[in-house]
T-cell receptor, first 114, second 112 residues
Framework: SAVISQKPSRDICQRGTSLTIQCQVDSQVTMMFWYRQQPGQSLTLIATANQGSEATYESGFVIDKFPISRPNLTFSTLTVSNMSPEDSSIYLC???????????FGPGTRLTVL | QKEVEQDPGPLSVPEGAIVSLNCTYSNSAFQYFMWYRQYSRKGPELLMYTYSSGNKEDGRFTAQVDKSSKYISLFIRDSQPSDSATYLCAMSGSDNFNKFYFGSGTKLNVKP
């Protein structure tokens, strides 16, 4: 398994600003993922972040809005840019440790945009 | 149509009851089936996973997959108040193992 931490745990931001969320894993992992979880809805994959290459974005998510960095095998950041109230959500980082069906999640970042 | 459907509940049961949680799906390419438990204001915690069809047991938890019906289940025996949480099913397929499709979660409340 992997222990994953995220910073910040929560934030309240103003419309038009940007927030960078950090994700730290306690071991080296091949793949990291960023999800969004809106109240009462399922987790939605934003992008897959591989070390040394550009992130792969899912339909409906673009790099200009959600730039991602993956500088090494234990760390990634997700930036939510030019925020609007519709971006209010929980953002979750996950990591795959080895087996294709094992993704472990961080505690999430609860974002409120006013 | 959503890829994965899950009854949101809430499901309320007395302590000691057997709980059945279910998901249906539409994509026949799904091969990996996972169950996550999520406590309030926490991240999802991987409980169990199965590959293709069949059953898998781990302590009080049993996962079942019926690919012919596109239906998966998680059974919890001797449920405890500490099992109170939201349970999420997730699945992925041969086209992209890394992309997990999640159900919306079933909220379970086990009453002492």
């Amino acid at each position: 398994s992997a222990v994953i931490s995220q910073k910040p745990s929560r934030d309240i931001c103003q419309r038009g600003t940007s927030l960078t969320i950090q994700c730290q894993v306690d071991s080296q992992v091949t793949m990291m993922f960023w999800y969004r979880q809106q109240p009462g809805q399922s987790l939605t994959l934003i992008a897959t972040a591989n070390q040394g290459s550009e992130a792969t974005y899912e339909s409906g998510f673009v790099i200009d809005k959600f730039p991602i960095s993956r500088p090494n095998l234990t760390f990634s950041t997700l930036t939510v840019s030019n925020m609007s109230p519709e971006d209010s959500s929980i953002y979750l980082c996950s990591a795959r440790t080895g087996k294709v069906n094992e993704q472990f999640f961080g505690p999430g970042t609860r974002l409120t945009v006013l | 149509q959503k890829e994965v459907e899950q009854d949101p509940g809430p499901l309320s049961v007395p302590e000691g009851a057997i709980v059945s949680l279910n998901c249906t799906y539409s994509n026949s390419a799904f091969q990996y089936f996972m169950w996550y438990r999520q406590y309030s204001r926490k991240g999802p915690e991987l409980l169990m996973y199965t590959y293709s069809s069949g059953n898998k047991e781990d302590g009080r938890f049993t996962a079942q997959v019926d690919k012919s019906s596109k239906y998966i289940s998680l059974f919890i025996r001797d449920s405890q108040p500490s099992d109170s949480a939201t349970y999420l099913c997730a699945m992925s397929g041969s086209d992209n193992f890394n992309k997990f499709y999640f159900g919306s979660g079933t909220k379970l409340n086990v009453k002492p």
